[in-house]
């Protein structure tokens, strides 16, 4: 077990007393036995023995989790994420474009944060249907769970046990657990301000043990309620954001305590502007590492809520068995705006009005992507029923950009230039367990776990092939009417999936409990279909092929249904051992190693009605994962070191046609051709140097890198499809990460009863590797299935353009070192105050500049067509005019917040 950087706040709530080695600052915020309400001391006594002996007994055999807990929460100060909070864990790389929970990307060991699962009290919180934080641009300001409604969380990397590892991952599990009601009454006003016009203001009321009707003592119900509202203006010009986040648990012990009833509900929202891209890198230098294009240019606009129901009950049954199940129900919707000004377009692609260095900027309008003439009226992605209007009208259109684009002969980007889409999601899960603990046998003991997993997400229906839209409008300004006459047609439809998952494990001990064996087994099966209408791909009606538009150009718009089932097994074994028994010397040194399988099953986009002739959904990717490493956990010393190989077959791939004209243009391609493998070392430790002093650290190395040369989405977002090279790294994935820090806790400072922790820390990010896009002139030899040889004008075609990696790039590494500062000072005679804690965060302390992400585009600076060579009076690409420039997302600069919170 890794776990690092404990502060004595972060050692009470993460590490429990049977684990903590004896030098590391104590569970001080333990309670003692409650002897009230007729219940006796030895009865209680007796309980918690029993209670004791069944924690140890379930206890995991050690791997490579990473524990973070209130002194990394704290760290990470009110402006962060729950996904920035990962930081402080080795082989986990995070950037976000702004401040709270907005846009995170992270990767764990190489893979990326697409394909790690996430839970909340062991609920899978991902989309079901995608995978991750959901597809691509959707959802992207907050979140079902933010940073102050979590207490801690378990990072498991690669393969965690089966009973948690959940669904849907060849990444790992990051496990959170909630926010819980406290055993004592109190209330709490809190509020901090800090750089970039951030603000953030809540409460918290806690009820206590309520004796009562409901129970007495341990066995009393207790409550929670909060809530926060944070605001900002963002680092990034035009970026404001606001989240508001309300929460409330409900526990209800029983039998003595060793049963438990518990309910959480969460209701977020996440508001604001976001920069849809990384920024073109002249702009940048022209304008600041921190500029942007303002909205009368471009933008793009969310508004989301997302609410979690959680019903969880754990049932002593007796000293051998314990039973339980959660249900639970999240819906999540989301409302997203986008605008191109159309006079920042030119034809083709070509340098718009405000374009730096030949440097367009990337929209997420159908005139954004500079393909304008395959949209306009006669041609292969234009749908009568989708887009109702001219899109050649000139109303609200700059006289110039319509006569610029005539001039060229080019459809005219107005009527294409705004889109309001709504989206919802409901994901309904029901997971049944049991605890099974025999009696030892011939010195043996047995923990048997099995459990399972029912769940189905659906959402609304997606018009024009676009899985990830409910209902989607069109208009022409900025802002504009959503009404039926705006609205794309064909969203009848939908898409749902239904998971059904078994697991089984059992953690064997033997020889006087210091060999551990954990061998599991887990089914899952994924039943997905996606269903429509009135998209391309279908057929069309009688009406529809009989219209004037029809008999004109052809029909390719119609109904359509796709379905999938798919079925894995997959096992998994640890094996560890403690040598406290046959050398004395080295007690507290144990030696693990384990081997896990996970899948993750093909995301809804992969369902495409654009596919090619023949190709359907992709089956499951699967990694196989070895791990082996040792740790010491002993008076004021905890170390751990392990070495992991994570193989990924099966692995997804994408590819569009874009070759306007062509016969295959606009079909895709979903593949399982891929193969990735990470492989590295993790390495962590604290040092109690004295009950108030704390050093703490990791360090971690990752080598990942393609195994296969295939079509694959080739960024840690997924925002650039393109070919993964056999042997090229992967990019966007550091080689060494590294935390490392102090921690100083000291008690009874200035007053008696006071309490004041300063806690500075680095972060350091090894060097990245960045892509480009080919020419479409470079040989990187066959391409599983793209048919055609280098040289000939479809080889061009299939490589101009698409995104790989780039052996003259990368990322320079980067160190920023932040600073968080605490003192919780006691009231005295101040009526119901008792306490006020302040709280002063500093990030990036030194102000440090970095790219967070970084990548090239490359165009041929030409249009038109070949006038010479082998392709001559060929179309030279699809892909616009542009020069070659860089796109960069710049890091958080140096940020101040300073928080008070009462304690009532």
């Known amino acids: 077990m890794i776990v690092i950087g404990l502060s004595s706040t972060a050692a ?8 903590t080695p004896s030098g590391i600052r104590p569970d001080a915020g333990s309670q003692a036995p409650n002897t009230q309400n007729g219940n006796t001391a030895g009865n209680v006594e007796s309980v918690t023995v029993r209670a004791q002996r069944r924690l140890l007994r379930e206890k995991d055999a050690p791997s490579a989790v990473t524990e973070l807990g209130t002194a990394q929460i704290s760290q990470t100060s009110v402006g962060g994420s729950v996904a920035t909070l990962l930081r402080a864990a080795p082989s986990v790389y995070v950037y976000q474009q702004g401040i709270g929970n907005n846009e995170p990307v992270l990767t764990v060991r190489g893979v990326r944060g697409l394909e790690v699962a996430q839970t909340l009290d062991g609920v899978p919180m991902q989309d079901l249907l995608s995978g991750g934080s959901g597809s691509y641009l959707s959802g992207i300001l907050g ?14 990397p690669g393969v965690a046990y089966p009973d948690k590892s ?4 060849i990444g790992g599990t990051i496990a959170y657990t909630s926010l819980r009601p406290e055993n004592k009454a109190g209330a709490d006003l809190f509020g901090s301000i800090g750089s970039f016009g951030t603000w953030n203001e809540g409460f918290d009321v806690n009820s206590g043990r309520m004796d009562g009707i409901l129970g007495t003592g341990v066995d009393a119900p207790k409550m929670m309620l909060k809530y926060s509202n944070l605001q900002t203006k963002g680092f990034v010009d035009y970026t404001p954001a606001r989240y508001n986040n309300m929460s409330f648990a409900f526990d209800k012990p029983y039998d003595q305590g060793q049963s438990l009833f518990q309910t959480t509900v969460n209701y977020n929202t996440g508001s604001g502007l976001t920069t849809p891209e990384p920024l073109p890198l002249p702009y940048l230098q022209q ?9 009368d240019q471009q933008f793009q606009r969310q508004y989301n809520d997302y609410f979690t129901l959680i019903m969880k009950n754990d049932t002593y049954i007796n000293d051998y068995i314990s039973a339980g199940v959660t249900g639970s129900y999240l819906y999540s919707d989301t409302y997203s705006s986008t605008y191109g000004n159309p006079s920042i377009f030119a034809p083709n692609g070509e340098p718009g009005s405000v374009a730096v260095g030949g440097a367009n900027p990337f929209n997420q309008t159908i005139a954004g992507f500079g393909e304008q003439s395959a949209q306009g009226f006669g041609n292969p992605n234009y749908d009568p029923t989708a887009y109702p209007y001219n899109p050649d009208q000139t109303k609200n259109c700059p006289a110039a950009t319509t006569a610029q684009f005539a001039a060229a002969g080019a459809t005219s980007p107005c009527g294409y230039n705004s889109s309001y889409t709504k989206l919802h999601s409901d994901s309904y899960i029901l997971q049944p367990r049991v605890t099974i603990t025999p009696p030892r046998i011939w010195g043996i003991d047995n923990t048997i776990k099995i459990g399972g997993l029912l769940a ?14 409910g209902q989607t409008y069109y208009g022409t300004t900025s802002e504009f009417a959503h009404t039926p006459a705006n609205l794309t047609a064909g969203f009848d439809g939908g898409v749902q999936r239904t998971i059904y998952e078994g697991y089984a494990q059992d953690k064997i001990d033997f020889l006087d409990n210091t060999l551990h064996f954990t061998p599991g087994v887990t089914l899952q099966t994924s039943d997905t279909s996606l269903r429509g209408s009135k998209v391309l791909g279908g057929t069309p009606t009688a009406a529809d092929a009989s219209s004037d538009y029809c008999l004109t150009f052809g029909c390719s718009y119609g109904s359509y249904k796709i379905h999938k089932w798919d079925r894995t097994w997959l096992p998994f074994a640890n094996v560890s051992y403690d040598l406290d028994k046959i050398l004395p010397p080295l007690r507290g040194v144990s030696l693990y190693a384990s081997y896990g399988t996970s899948a993750i099953f093909a995301p809804v986009q992969d369902y495409g009605v654009n596919a090619a002739p023949g190709a359907g959904p992709p089956n499951a990717s699967i990694v196989h994962m070895y791990e082996a490493g040792v740790k010491y956990n002993r008076r004021n010393l905890s170390l751990s070191i392990d070495y992991f190989y994570q193989h990924i077959t099966r692995d997804f791939g994408f590819f569009q046609n874009q070759e306007v004209g062509s016969p295959g243009y606009n079909t895709e391609i979903y593949s399982n051709d891929g193969q990735r493998e990470m492989k590295g070392f993790e390495a962590a430790g604290i040092w109690q140097v004295s009950p108030d002093f704390q050093l703490f650290g990791n360090v971690s190395y990752t080598l990942a890198k393609y195994l296969k040369t295939t079509i694959a989405s080739v960024t840690a977002q997924e925002d650039q499809f393109g070919l993964a090279v056999r042997g090229s790294p992967i990019t966007g994935i550091p080689d060494w990460i590294s935390t490392f820090g102090v921690d100083y806790d000291h008690h009874s400072m200035l007053l008696s009863g006071d309490e004041f922790n300063a806690r500075f820390e680095g972060q350091y990010t090894g060097k990245q590797q960045t892509t480009i896009d080919l020419d479409g002139f470079t040989n990187i030899g066959p391409i599983p299935g793209l048919p055609a040889a280098f040289g000939s004008y479809q080889y061009y075609n299939n490589t101009t353009g698409q995104t790989t990696y780039n052996k003259n790039g990368g990322i320079s590494p980067f160190a920023i070192f932040n600073l968080d500062l605490n003192y919780k000072m006691p009231v005295h005679g101040a009526g119901p105050l008792t306490l006020v804690d302040f709280d002063l965060n500093v990030l990036n302390i030194f102000n440090t500049r970095y ?4 990548y090239n585009q490359v165009s041929p600076a030409a249009c038109g067509k070949f006038t010479s060579g082998p392709f001559k009076g060929q179309q030279i690409n699809s892909y616009g005019c542009s020069t070659a420039f860089n796109d960069a997302l710049p ?3 140096a940020a101040i917040t300073f928080s008070v919170r009462a304690h009532f």
């Open 12 to 19: 009470r709530s993460q590490v429990p007393a049977t684990t």
């Open 143 to 156: 979140g079902h769970f933010n940073l102050d409604q979590i207490g801690g969380v378990s990072v498991y």
């Open 166 to 169: 959940t669904f849907g991952t």
């Open 287 to 295: 304008n600041g590492d921190f500029s942007n294009y303002s909205p």
């Open 456 to 469: 189905k997400e659906t959402e609304a229906g997606a018009p024009n092939g676009s899985v990830t839209a």
């Open 851 to 854: 790219f967070q992400y970084f």
């Open 891 to 893: 890091g958080e600069p």
